[in-house]
């Protein structure tokens, strides 16, 4: 037991010493001592297999404080390739920034699509129509479907949009879960509807672009429910008035944002 401060320094510093040494055990698939060396390894593997160091020849051995060096070298490197998320994603600043920047853009664009899309419909406006469900149109804008090749692949199939990028910046950390991914769904559906929604009104169906829009509402409205679930309230909602009355009446289930 110290009984002085040098003592006491002395404890903290062997107890971290003695934690360093635990971690990198842990860390290390096998960590061979002979001596003092360190080789360069032939290959970095991820965190979960450690960090392979190999017996090096006498003529490798290095001194106490080039080996301690390299010990807090290969600590930091576990770190960096930790499996873990970073802790500042998904925080409560990063939320709260997606909230207030994308928040009052995806409010404005669903009631264009609920209010004033739908009387285009009824009005048989298809130039209106077609314009906001194609291509940087303000329904389009919202989340859409690009398709295009790369490579040796044919075609590959990107979801884009506003609430697409909202979707992600509530939801996933260092990779888009199940959660995320279920959102990704719902917007595109929400793509297939305005898409049939465009077809209807190149064809001049107010009956297909009405059924397709009431489709459209009930995918936008189910997004905003589930994402809404994942905002905590210290971050605050994204508030909606409620949904259409025909698009409600079509689905019993869909209730206010």
């Known amino acids: 037991r110290p009984r002085d401060g040098k003592g006491m320094r002395f404890c903290v510093r062997s107890s971290l010493a003695v934690l360093v040494l635990l971690g990198l055990g842990r860390q290390a698939s096998c960590f061979n001592v002979k001596g003092i060396f360190l080789s360069r390894p032939a290959a970095l593997r991820p965190a979960t297999e450690g960090i392979s160091m190999q017996i090096a020849s006498p003529s490798d051995f290095l001194s106490r404080r080039e080996a301690l060096s390299g010990i807090a070298s290969a600590v930091v490197l576990s770190v960096l390739s ?5 802790a500042a994603e998904r925080s409560f600043t990063s939320m709260t920034t997606a909230v207030r920047n994308y928040g009052p853009r995806i409010k404005a664009g669903i009631s264009f699509f609920e209010v004033d899309l739908k009387a285009a419909i009824d009005k048989q406006d298809w130039a209106a129509v077609s314009e906001a469900v194609s291509e940087k149109g303000k329904a389009y804008r919202l989340a859409y479907v690009e398709k295009y090749s790369s490579g040796v692949v ?8 506003v609430m697409k990028i909202f979707a992600s ?3 996933a950390s260092d990779s888009e879960g199940p959660q995320t991914q279920k959102l990704y769904q719902y917007l595109t559906k929400y793509a297939d509807f305005c898409q049939k929604m465009k077809e209807a009104a190149a064809a001049g169906d107010k009956e297909a672009a009405t059924k397709a829009w009431i489709g459209g509402s009930f995918a936008l409205r189910i997004f905003m429910d589930s994402v809404n679930g994942a905002i905590p309230r210290s971050v605050g909602k994204v508030d909606l008035p409620p949904p259409p009355a025909e698009a409600a009446a079509a689905f019993p289930t869909l209730k206010p944002s």
């Open 82 to 86: 930790s499996p873990f998320p970073a």
């Open 154 to 161: 044919k075609e590959v199939v990107e979801l884009k949009g």
């Open 169 to 171: 910046s509530i939801t």
